[in-house]
């Protein structure tokens, strides 16, 4: 008999380690950081973060943290070799939310979202957290027991289990920026007390930089979370917007677009704790935008010289190395049109759209970060100025071996998706020639992303409707994964059990928008928020780090009354 109990237990232990294995996996996927891009929109953007925003109510900002949870996880059912498939297990976050921005932490253990706690005389946004899977909502930001209206305009949950805020909810005191830990206690100013428009947090979440303005442009500030105590970074000021400054990922500088000598756009980077500050352009170099490579070792920026000519430049944040890109010849009279640039996400190679061989003729290139010469990756049979990358839609792959980009390169008008290998190309053409009606790359804004060697995009069925669909991104055959009509998707890789999944939101019959999961090669489908042909629609949904729980904002319950709610998916 004590045999028996002994192999049950053992039985138990090896149960509950699967289920472990099951529900805590790693995540390898989605796009890898590809740097961090700030200016003008020649920039290339960036579409790789495990969001999908459904509607008009801003971007999500994925920074975040947190490292212990009291629910959501211990109850959640496995399977027992009955059945195969298993039911999402729902939770309901919060019944009624303020906004559809909301966070969830690297550990996927919690969810930050903001609340009105007030919602009939005064608006009274809060900043609350609670466990992902359901259980007692906290309340972050300040105790204000006044009736006034005040709100958090801005947060971001941070590695070093913090959230840092920016409101009007300190009773008696200006607006300003705080920090509170993320299981609660009392927030703390780090701003002083000026007024700032917008912050950023280093990758480390030790620091805060912020722009306060100043007569018309911004003085930027840093402060160490900890012990706060703001300070300016220099003399040069950013201008006119706080979307013109950024943190290395590495923590270490802060590279800004301020007024230079001359008056210029000129560009700098200051040592983000000792102060000291680097020139990155020159004085009469004109700068309009500028990305961060991952490694923090190169920045790379467009600017224009006093006489008129436009170029991209690479240069070490020390300001020594700095490089033409390319170095090869350039047709007219040494400059450029650039349509946009992006770094690769191991931060060894620049592509652009631009047109440095023909007048005219936007091609797409790759040139090494630190300098080189140029390799054409979209070349055409012959030049013509109507067939060109569309330089919003250039994507990499995550193990920076291939770029995946659009354009109209074989019909005018017609856009298509091609990939070719880095560095030196040539591109191929993803989609099949004998399938025109796949041609047409989503209107929806979801467009397409690269993850797990494969293409997921959307495009035009032969019924003329935008449904999902996967390729290889070498090329190979075209996989179907939805028939139904897609407002959004998001994907996400489980490497451990070998499984891919997709996280769409799909447009019912009846116009309702439901939340489906499915596998990333194709297969059965699983709906997650359960409102088929209703008038309830998912609104916004964002994946757990791990990939394990799916975080989504929609009026699931009343029409009109936009909750948030988690799903466990199996």
Same mark, same amino acid.
């Given at each position: 008999?004590?045999?028996?109990?002994?192999?049950?237990?053992?039985?138990?232990?090896?149960?509950?380690?699967?289920?472990?294995?099951?529900?805590?996996?790693?995540?390898?996927?989605?796009?890898?950081?590809?740097?961090?891009?700030?200016?003008?929109?020649?920039?290339?953007?960036?579409?790789?973060?495990?969001?999908?925003?459904?509607?008009?109510?801003?971007?999500?900002?994925?920074?975040?943290?947190?490292?212990?949870?009291?629910?959501?996880?211990?109850? #959640?059912?496995?399977?027992?070799?009955?059945?195969?498939?298993?039911?999402? #297990?729902?939770?309901?976050?919060?019944?009624?939310?303020?906004?559809?921005?909301?966070?969830?932490? &690297?550990?996927?253990?919690?969810?930050?979202?903001?609340?009105?706690?007030?919602?009939?005389?005064?608006?009274? /946004?809060?900043?609350?957290?609670?466990?992902?899977?359901?259980?007692?909502?906290? @309340?972050?930001?300040?105790?204000?027991?006044?009736?006034?209206?005040?709100?958090?305009?801005?947060?971001?949950?941070?590695?070093?289990?913090?959230?840092?805020?920016?409101?009007?909810?300190?009773?008696?005191?200006?607006?300003?920026?705080?920090?509170?830990?993320?299981?609660?206690?009392?927030?703390?100013?780090?701003?002083?007390?000026?007024?700032?428009?917008?912050?950023?947090?280093?990758?480390?979440? %030790?620091?805060?930089?912020?722009?306060?303005?100043?007569?018309?442009?911004?003085?930027?500030?840093?402060?160490?979370?900890?012990?706060?105590?703001?300070?300016?970074?220099?003399?040069?000021?950013?201008?006119?917007?706080?979307?013109?400054? +950024?943190?290395?990922?590495?923590?270490?500088?802060?590279?800004?677009?301020?007024?230079?000598?001359?008056?210029? @756009?000129?560009?700098?980077?200051?040592?983000?704790?000792?102060?000291? %500050?680097?020139?990155?352009?020159?004085?009469?170099?004109?700068?309009?935008?500028?990305?961060?490579?991952?490694?923090?070792?190169?920045?790379?920026?467009?600017?224009?010289? +006093?006489?008129?000519?436009?170029?991209?430049?690479?240069?070490?944040?020390?300001?020594?190395?700095?490089?033409?890109?390319?170095?090869?010849?350039?047709?007219?009279?040494?400059?450029?049109?650039?349509?946009?640039?992006?770094?690769?996400?191991?931060?060894?190679?620049?592509?652009?759209?631009?047109?440095?061989?023909?007048?005219?003729?936007?091609?797409?290139?790759?040139?090494?970060?630190?300098?080189?010469?140029?390799?054409?990756?979209?070349?055409?049979?012959?030049?013509?100025?109507?067939?060109?990358?569309?330089? +919003?839609?250039?994507?990499?792959?995550?193990?920076?071996?291939?770029?995946?980009?659009?354009?109209?390169?074989?019909?005018?008008?017609?856009?298509?998706?091609?990939?070719?290998?880095?560095?030196?190309?040539?591109?191929?053409?993803?989609?099949?020639?004998?399938?025109?009606?796949?041609?047409? #790359?989503? @209107?929806?804004?979801?467009?397409?992303?690269?993850?797990?060697?494969?293409?997921?995009? #959307?495009?035009?069925?032969?019924?003329?409707?935008?449904?999902?669909?996967?390729?290889?991104?070498?090329?190979?055959?075209?996989?179907?994964?939805?028939?139904?009509?897609?407002?959004?998707?998001?994907?996400?890789?489980?490497?451990?059990?070998?499984?891919?999944?997709?996280?769409?939101?799909?447009?019912?019959?009846?116009?309702?928008?439901?939340?489906?999961?499915?596998?990333?090669?194709?297969?059965?489908?699983?709906? /997650?928020?359960?409102?088929?042909?209703?008038?309830?629609?998912?609104?916004?949904?964002?994946?757990?780090?791990?990939?394990?729980?799916?975080?989504?904002?929609?009026?699931?319950?009343?029409?009109?009354?936009?909750?948030?709610?988690?799903?466990?998916? &199996?």
């Amino acid at each position: 008999m004590w045999l028996l109990v002994v192999w049950l237990a053992i039985l138990a232990v090896g149960c509950i380690s699967d289920r472990r294995l099951i529900i805590r996996p790693d995540l390898a996927g989605l796009d890898a950081e590809e740097g961090s891009d700030v200016g003008s929109d020649a920039t290339l953007p960036d579409d790789t973060s495990s969001t999908a925003d459904l509607g008009d109510s801003g971007e999500a900002v994925d920074q975040s943290v947190a490292e212990t949870s009291d629910g959501g996880t211990d109850d #959640v059912p496995f399977t027992d070799g009955a059945s195969e498939t298993l039911t999402p #297990v729902i939770a309901t976050i919060e019944p009624e939310i303020a906004s559809l921005e909301f966070q969830i932490s &690297p550990d996927s253990q919690r969810v930050v979202y903001l609340k009105d706690s007030n919602g009939v005389v005064f608006t009274q /946004i809060d900043l609350m957290v609670a466990p992902i899977g359901g259980g007692t909502a906290l @309340r972050l930001s300040h105790e204000h027991p006044l009736l006034e209206n005040y709100g958090v305009s801005q947060f971001s949950v941070t590695s070093a289990l913090t959230v840092v805020f920016e409101g009007d909810t300190e009773p008696g005191a200006p607006a300003g920026i705080f920090v509170v830990p993320i299981l609660g206690g009392e927030p703390t100013r780090v701003s002083g007390k000026n007024l700032s428009e917008g912050f950023v947090v280093s990758a480390d979440g %030790q620091r805060v930089v912020f722009a306060v303005p100043d007569q018309g442009s911004y003085g930027v500030f840093r402060t160490p979370v900890q012990n706060p105590d703001p300070g300016p970074i220099g003399k040069h000021y950013t201008l006119a917007s706080v979307d013109s400054y +950024a943190i290395t990922p590495n923590s270490s500088f802060i590279v800004h677009i301020g007024p230079g000598d001359a008056g210029l @756009r000129q560009l700098f980077a200051t040592n983000i704790i000792a102060g000291l %500050q680097n020139a990155l352009s020159t004085v009469d170099e004109s700068v309009s935008s500028f990305q961060i490579n991952s490694t923090s070792t190169r920045v790379v920026f467009q600017a224009e010289t +006093a006489a008129g000519l436009r170029n991209l430049y690479s240069v070490a944040t020390d300001g020594t190395g700095k490089k033409t890109l390319p170095s090869g010849p350039i047709v007219g009279l040494g400059a450029f049109d650039i349509g946009g640039f992006r770094i690769s996400p191991d931060g060894a190679t620049v592509v652009f759209v631009g047109d440095p061989e023909l007048d005219g003729v936007m091609r797409l290139y790759s040139v090494p970060t630190n300098g080189g010469l140029q390799h054409t990756l979209s070349l055409t049979d012959a030049p013509d100025v109507t067939k060109r990358v569309d330089p +919003a839609l250039v994507r990499f792959s995550e193990d920076s071996r291939r770029v995946v980009f659009a354009g109209d390169l074989e019909t005018d008008g017609v856009v298509r998706l091609y990939s070719a290998p880095l560095p030196d190309g040539p591109s191929i053409p993803l989609l099949p020639s004998d399938r025109p009606a796949l041609s047409v #790359v989503s @209107r929806s804004g979801s467009t397409f992303r690269v993850v797990g060697g494969r293409v997921i995009f #959307v495009g035009a069925s032969g019924a003329g409707t935008e449904t999902l669909y996967a390729v290889p991104v070498e090329g190979g055959e075209l996989v179907t994964l939805s028939e139904s009509p897609i407002a959004a998707f998001e994907p996400a890789l489980i490497p451990d059990v070998g499984s891919g999944r997709l996280f769409a939101a799909l447009i019912g019959a009846q116009g309702a928008t439901q939340l489906i999961l499915l596998p990333i090669d194709g297969g059965e489908t699983t709906p /997650i928020s359960m409102n088929e042909g209703s008038d309830l629609d998912v609104q916004r949904f964002l994946v757990s780090p791990d990939g394990v729980y799916v975080v989504f904002g929609g009026d699931l319950e009343i029409v009109g009354k936009v909750g948030l709610f988690s799903a466990w998916l &199996p």
